[in-house]
């Protein structure tokens, strides 16, 4: 099916869904998008949460109203875009930008460099090789966006530290040693596709030895004008946040990049208690009011996903869950209220 023609099947029902609105219990007083402007407020969005329209009315009302913002959950991943050599697939990835584009989301490409969900081809890859697989897959991945659809901007490199603040032995590292992050910013940066530049990693929220690696890296690359922004993917656990996040994401900004949230989740061990919900609430907050603190250098925030019924957590974290604004059956929670009133200046 064409992008083109998906996209329409999508806008379809996302119209009798207008046309036919289901009883919904969001609170009166606002919306995510319209409380975080001028930022935006995004959301993963995958295929399948995509095509399950049809059967989630709630859904495709509550994401064209709620949301002004979307990542690709797995489609631009490099297993899914370029499984065999030189053989891209733009299929999912199209479909989300489609209607990314078409709702005036802002669009976030994710992402280019990463060592998980890898197409294992690369991996066999040694020295030059690998970097002139790596040069294609960023230039041809970027060029076919820029060509097609607007993006705000591309995860570059994903992931790139240990928590000890030492480089993760993937492939390009053992290969290629580190200045191949430096060097997949240049290439990026020649496609000149009009989307800033990101990097993007987790437990680089607070102050500790990963993030001082990250603001090391990312002072290097700004005064080589290679890197634009920095992603904070934020996976939290409830009653777990860093109490440094304002002050990290502030030397950052003092680094002279931009911040956004990138993947924001806060999850707790099922079934929830009524305290770890109340928590949650507070968490949002936090994460929310930090991003507000950095004034307009923090550009947006993008929880990963919309509802719970589509959330990673459950199948990567055993036990847990609960993580997002809305529930299984996309009913608001507090933490939803908390996190309009905090985007608003309220909390
Ligand atoms: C589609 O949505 C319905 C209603 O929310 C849900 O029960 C079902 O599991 C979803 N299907 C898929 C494939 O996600
Ligand atoms: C391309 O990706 C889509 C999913 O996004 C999949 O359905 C399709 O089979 C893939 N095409 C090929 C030729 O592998
Ligand atoms: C890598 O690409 C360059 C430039 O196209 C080419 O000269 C070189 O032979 C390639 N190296 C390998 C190992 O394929
Ligand atoms: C942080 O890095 C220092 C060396 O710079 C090392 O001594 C220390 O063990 C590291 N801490 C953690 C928690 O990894
Ligand atoms: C959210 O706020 C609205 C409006 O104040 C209220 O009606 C609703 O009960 C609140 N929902 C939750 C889950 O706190």
């Not at 990463?114 to 197409?119: D, E, V």
């Not at 294992?120 to 076919?144: C, K």
């Not at 060509?147 to 053992?174: I, K, M, P, S």
């Not at 989740?265 to 930090?290: C, G, W």
Request: glycine share 6%.
């Amino acid at each position: 099916m064409s992008s083109l023609l998906a996209f329409s099947l999508l806008l379809g029902n996302a119209l009798s869904a207008w046309a036919n609105p289901l009883p919904r219990q969001l609170p009166s007083f606002g919306t995510l998008k319209a409380a975080a402007a001028p930022r935006y407020f995004g959301a993963a969005l995958g295929v399948p949460h995509l095509m399950n329209f049809t059967h989630d009315p709630l859904f495709d009302v509550d994401a064209v109203l709620q949301f002004s913002g979307a990542t690709p959950e797995n489609e631009m991943k490099w297993m899914n875009i370029e499984p065999e050599r030189n053989m891209f697939n733009f299929t999912g990835g199209d479909i989300v930008a489609a209607f990314a584009n078409a709702n005036d989301y802002t669009l976030r490409g994710h992402n280019l460099v990463w060592y998980s969900q890898l197409a294992p081809w690369v991996e066999t890859l040694t020295g030059e090789d690998l970097w002139n697989a790596t040069v294609n897959h960023i230039t041809t991945v970027m060029t076919h966006y820029k060509e097609d659809f607007v993006l705000y901007c591309w995860d570059v490199v994903n992931e790139a530290f240990n928590d000890d603040g030492t480089y993760r032995e993937n492939v390009w590292y053992t290969q290629l040693g580190p200045d191949y992050i430096p060097n997949a910013y240049t290439v990026a940066r020649s496609v000149n596709s009009g989307s800033k530049l990101y990097i993007n990693d987790y437990n680089t929220e607070g102050i500790n030895n990963k993030s001082d690696a990250l603001l090391t890296v990312v002072q290097s690359m700004k005064a080589q004008n290679l890197v634009d922004g920095v992603g904070f993917q934020c996976h939290f656990i409830v009653g777990e946040l860093p109490p440094d996040l304002e002050q990290n994401f502030a030397r950052f900004v003092a680094a002279g990049v931009e911040i956004a949230i990138t993947e924001l989740d806060i999850r707790m061990n099922l079934p929830p208690s009524e305290a770890d919900i109340i928590q949650q609430a507070k968490d949002y907050t936090t994460v929310v009011n930090a991003c507000l603190a950095q004034g307009e250098a923090c550009v947006g925030i993008t929880t990963w996903g919309i509802t719970d019924l589509y959330s990673w957590v459950p199948s990567t974290f055993s036990g847990t869950g609960y993580a997002l604004l809305f529930d299984d059956n996309y009913v608001p929670k507090p933490a939803y209220n908390s996190t309009i009133y905090a985007l608003q200046g309220l909390a």
